[in-house]
């Protein structure tokens, strides 16, 4: 491993999504975002939905990711998640459609509506927006 970079390994059910050494892991932990460089002090932690941000000398690559664990060691990060995408993964109009479906559920309100469902969809469909845009939620 080369000086000052940390591996970085991405894991979801399905797949491996990722293992390379980089510089810099940005993430929403369910604290906030945090931030994690070579030789960061060891914790483990919950991770909320949020953009992931890997920065690896003047390159800088997105990612979702749909809550999981993180293991931080001076040497390596491990992100277990329940879902990540690439941002070149996500189809931007189901997103959008999702987003209004959410919409309509949670402002139709009703006995029968699982409210947390539809404002998870929400969060979801938001976040999957916005890695497309280049923003973070």
Known sequence: M???KIR??????VKEMYDKDVDMVIMRASTGEMGVLHGHQPLTAT???GLLTIKDGDNEIKATLFGGFVDVQPDCVTILSDAAEWPDEIDVERALHAKER???RISGGGADIDVMR???ALRRALLRI???K???Q
């Open 47 to 49: 991770l909320g939905y």
């Open 130 to 132: 916005n890695a497309n």
């Open 134 to 136: 280049g923003g973070s």
């Open 102 to 104: 959410a919409e309509r």
């Open 8 to 13: 970085l390994k991405i894991v979801t059910p």
């Open 2 to 4: 080369a000086d000052n």
């Open 118 to 120: 539809a404002e998870l």
